[in-house]
């Protein structure tokens, strides 16, 4: 029999919640019977909101919370006031074993401040990076940092690339992943002092397949499996990426619709457009993990709807399956490469 994967999520979090949030955890719950979803919220909102599903009530349960953490607040007093926030009960679930992850669309920054004050790092991990998966023309990559550390130093990201291994070889089932560094030219010496300081790190690094320098505009290619980074450009890129693949598929829609010839072109080609544009679909890829905690944390879109809460989820179940945990906490404090996808 399949364990169990419960994980805590954050009801009262992001644009749409609760109705999107709800919506996605009945539809992970239907896919997935070894799954178990906390809703942390409100009671009475939760409540008007799940009445309108049918669902196996083993798998969902609802979790009272009274405060929410809104965006603009500054995270780490809300984290230290808000006790009864929906994000600080789920987190807290996590530390004391009663969930096995928190998942949020919440505040980016009381996310990460709780991730390390309340579930806490793994005893070797200097910086948790926050490491969404990006699509690109060879399937997807891991964006990490892409908005956890602004300020990082070398050790810092070879850490990231350590995790990011990790993950890539027992989620993703990717053998020996290409790790790249983030760098504005393909050669050794460019870069600003980071990368430089890094470089030689992560060439020397054993269990790592590191392949060098990556420029910006190679990483929709797919060049590297694993991009590090330290998170202003990992943000700054992430936001890019989003940001062109809406423009462009806002503009492909457009010229379908500017003329009878091109709506009658559109009605042939549609089914194989909406298969290719499904495969740059930042939701169909669920979250992203902050990686080095004692329990798993993942931040989804403020704007997430139900898709993405749902792939998240399951997301969740892999990640626990895999032991993803377990291996960085082995790779990190032995500083060798735990086995591979069991």
Known sequence: MTERTSIALDAMGGDNAPAEIIAGAVDAVEKQPALKVFLVGRQEAVEKELIKYRYDKSQIEIVGASEIIETAEPPVNAIRKKKDSSMVVGMKMVKDGKADAFVSAGSSGAILVGGQVIVGRIKGVERPPLAPLIPTAKGVTLLIDCGANVDARPSHLVQFAKMGSIYMENVLGIPNPRVGIVNIGAEEDKGNALVKETFPLLKEQEGINFIGSVEARNIPYG????????????????????GVGAVLVSKIKEGMMST???????????????????????????????????????KTHGSSKAKEICNTLLQCVTFKQQKINEKIKESIQTGEKPAGNN
Do not use: H, M, W
């Not at 330290?230 to 890019?240: D, R, T």
């Not at 042939?268 to 944390?297: C, H, I, Q, R, W």
């Open 260 to 298: 009878l010839r091109s709506k009658i072109g559109a009605l042939l080609a549609k089914p194989a457009l909406k298969e290719t544009l499904k495969a740059f679909d930042a939701s169909e890829y669920g979250g992203a993990p902050l990686l080095g905690l004692n329990g798993l944390v993942v």
């Open 223 to 242: 060049q590297a499996d694993v991009v590090v980074c330290e998170a202003f450009a990992g943000n700054v890129i992430l936001k890019l990426y989003e």
